[in-house]
């Protein structure tokens, strides 16, 4: 049996005036659930449509003088409940250049069919599950179907918007001098911790053109210290958790976390950077990074004391409570060469083992201190179980861009990126200064150091100019 419905929708619009849509649609008693699905899409694309042509028509009165309508053109776009085809005005403006305002008032991409808010939701989904699940769950939701193909290329255009403003950022702060909008965040005490994750590669080679099995995507998470739950067991979770994947090798990790580190704080305020992990070489480069404290991972060290020596648990504790020096004649070494290259390890690091709050003046300030740890866990839910667990094999670049689709989900900023224009924008025009010499008439005995204020204040330079410009250096 099959019923025909008919619909009537009245749109006020920005001037008063209404207009009513009409929509006639048949339903059939088997398929009733699809059927009025599609009328209910059917109903919001016609509304949409309405919707969107008044407001085209309110930019036509509001529009700047200098901008002169020339046409209409036709567009369609992809929205949560389908297609629709709308015909917005085609300006010009006093220089020549044309506009569509109706897709800049929207932050619509030029040529992509998606709208901001339904690019959003598909690399939201597809950080969590295949792009092929997210094709087939997609078309079961919505009126029309994606495939797979889109929506991969959506998250590869999102990533790498990403990843060039990232470069771009870095090229400003450490190439050019320019000094970012920082964040307002003050801390005394930041920790990160990092860790490599190896996934499978599909058709790479190296640099002698062999195959290359394996890639390892680096990442990091930084926060601020802890805050305990409110529930009868002792649990706890991260404060202000920030994410991030290293997606381009011509920036240093270390650097690229910085760009990170500064969006977020105000790096000026840092008394002290608490890094933990394991002993990676790319890793153990933090230790470079201005105040910072660096402290080895508990899982590796203690493993390799336990390899190393038959009372490998005892060294472990007496390595994180830094008293190894009077517990090392104690030892019970273990045979083998495998046994030896563990305790090699293990006292190339004595320094590293100890626990981060040992090595630092502990001030009030500081709040709840707890150990670090949680990388290995945060690393598993955030990459391995989309990226490694499934039987999945990447190109290094698909990787690193579902990486760092991954940091923007997890960081609340992946809105930013899906429209026309990125609202990321932290560049300024003021360069860093370091005449000492140059200051205005009216501040005749005195200077000031525009870096020591800024983002590069916990860089090396600026604390050898800070320790330098000190009344109690010493001349000679």
Same mark, same amino acid.
């Given at each position: ?27 059939? %008693? ?8 599609? =009328? ?21 009165? %509001? ?16 929205? #949560? ?58 078309? +079961? ?118 760009? =990170? ?16 992990? +394991?002993?990676? %070489?790319?890793? %153990? ?48 070494? #273990? ?11 293990? =006292? ?8 981060? #709050? ?29 990226? +490694? ?24 900023? =992946? ?47 600026? #604390? ?13």
């Amino acid at each position: 049996m099959a019923y025909e419905i008919t619909v009537k929708i009245i749109v006020k619009k920005h001037d008063g005036k209404q207009e009513e849509i009409e929509i006639n649609h048949e339903c059939d %008693n088997h398929t009733w659930e699809e059927d009025c699905y599609k =009328l209910g899409c059917a109903v919001a694309q016609n509304t949409a449509k309405t919707m969107l042509k008044d407001i085209d028509d309110e930019i036509l009165e %509001n529009r700047p003088k200098d901008m002169k309508s020339q046409c209409f053109s036709e567009r369609t776009i992809t929205v #949560r409940f389908g297609e629709i085809t709308i015909q917005r005005r085609l300006y010009r403006d006093k220089q020549g250049e044309y506009h569509f305002l109706l897709d800049e008032y929207f932050n619509w991409h030029q040529y992509k069919k998606a709208t901001p808010s339904l690019r959003k939701a598909l690399v939201r989904l597809a950080t969590q599950d295949s792009f092929e699940s997210v094709s087939k769950t997609m078309g +079961d939701m919505l009126a029309g179907v994606l495939s797979d193909t889109t929506i991969h290329r959506i998250l590869q255009e999102i990533s790498q918007t990403a990843i060039e403003s990232e470069k771009h950022e870095w090229n400003l702060w450490f190439n050019e001098g320019k000094i970012l909008k920082g964040g307002d965040r003050k801390i005394p005490i930041l920790y990160t911790e990092a860790d490599g994750l190896c996934v499978h590669l599909q058709r790479e080679k190296d640099e002698d053109g062999n195959r290359q099995k394996h890639y390892e995507l680096k990442s990091a998470i930084s926060y601020e210290g802890w805050e305990r739950l409110s529930s009868n067991e002792e649990r706890y979770r991260l404060v202000n958790k920030k994410v991030y994947c290293h997606s381009d090798n011509s920036i240093p990790f270390w650097e690229g976390l910085s760009l =990170l580190w500064d969006r977020h704080w105000d790096l000026s305020h840092l008394k002290k950077i608490v890094i933990g992990g +394991d002993d990676a %070489n790319w890793i %153990n480069k933090g230790e470079e990074t201005p105040y910072s404290v660096r402290q080895m991972d508990g899982y590796h060290l203690s493993r390799s004391c336990r390899r190393g020596w038959k009372n490998g648990e005892e060294i472990y504790s007496a390595i994180r409570e830094g008293r190894i020096r009077q517990t090392l004649g104690k030892t019970i070494a #273990r045979e083998g060469k495998q046994s030896e290259k563990e305790r090699n390890h293990v =006292l190339k690091n004595l320094d590293r083992g100890i626990d981060w #709050r040992i090595k630092v003046d502990i001030s009030q300030e500081m709040g709840l201190l707890g150990g670090l740890g949680c990388m290995e866990s945060n690393e598993d839910k955030l990459y391995s179980n989309r990226m +490694d667990k499934k039987g999945m094999s990447w190109r290094i670049k698909g990787a690193e861009r579902m990486g760092k689709a991954i940091q923007l989900v997890s960081n609340g900023e =992946l809105e930013d990126f899906c429209g026309r224009k990125c609202s990321q924008d932290r560049f300024t025009v003021d360069n860093l200064s370091f005449d000492l010499f140059s200051y205005p008439p009216e501040y005749e005995h005195s200077c000031s150091m525009p870096a020591f204020g800024s983002s590069h204040s916990t860089r090396p330079y600026v #604390r050898v100019i800070r320790d330098l410009t000190k009344n109690d250096y010493p001349i000679i």
